[in-house]
T-cell receptor, first 118, second 110 residues
């Protein structure tokens, strides 16, 4: 079974631009979560999508948004890029996601997209 | 969400058992504890998860005491390839959110 794929793997943008990152989950997985990883802040939860609906959101400004398509593929968009947005953006898929009162459902992470903002 | 605290780094030698402890302040009833391993330029990889007492799989054991305010990941007989960053993760299944610890860099020496 193919793993989680993220495109592009590397991206360089300048301040003020916007960027769209893509994530294809494992076949059959309906939940996609996004994380930001930086040396200073570590791994931080951005949001989770399940069946095309944003189910949960972390503490990030509105410049960070996302969506999920009917095939469970997800995109994350960051508008008006700032230098501090430089990070590794990780996508993780799971069968049913984190919520619902169920025991934790294992997340499978992709290799990430390395975004550099100049 | 529960805040997780873990040591920044640890050193070990091949063949030794390694125990990494994570503290979970304000852990909630619906929080599950999970540990991930991450190598450079890769996404984290699931190791083990639990709620209370002891859980064991083919690669590690997880000990969670009755008060659930800490957890200990135990790696038996580590090898050089176990050199990685290990993250303790608290997942609130009610809120559907997760909180990663800052990670422990484990260095295994020959």
């Amino acid at each position: 079974k193919a793993g989680v794929t993220q495109t592009p793997r590397y991206l360089i943008k300048t301040r003020g631009q916007q960027v769209t990152l893509s994530c294809s989950p494992i076949s059959g997985h309906r939940s996609v979560s996004w994380y930001q990883q930086t040396p200073g802040q570590g791994l931080q939860f951005l949001f989770e999508y399940f069946s095309e609906t944003q189910r949960n959101k972390g503490n990030f400004p509105g410049r960070f948004s996302g969506r999920q398509f009917s095939n469970s593929r997800s995109e994350m968009n960051v508008s008006t890029l700032e230098l501090g947005d430089s990070a590794l953006y990780l996508c993780a898929s799971s069968l049913v996601g984190l919520a619902g009162g169920l025991s934790y459902n294992e997340q499978f992470f992709g290799p990430g997209t390395r975004l550099t903002v100049l | 969400l529960a805040k997780t605290t873990q040591p920044i780094s640890m050193d070990s030698y091949e063949g030794q058992e390694v125990n990494i402890t994570c503290s979970h302040n304000n852990i909630a009833t619906n929080d599950y504890i999970t540990w991930y391993q991450q190598f450079p330029s890769q996404g984290p990889r699931f190791i083990i998860q639990g709620y209370k007492t002891k859980v064991t799989n083919e690669v590690a054991s997880l000990f969670i005491p009755a008060d659930r305010k800490s957890s200990t990941l135990s790696l038996p007989r580590v090898s050089l390839s176990d050199t990685a960053v290990y993250y303790c993760l608290s997942v609130n299944t009610n809120a559907g959110k997760s909180t990663f610890g800052d990670g422990t860099t484990l260095t295994v020496k020959p």
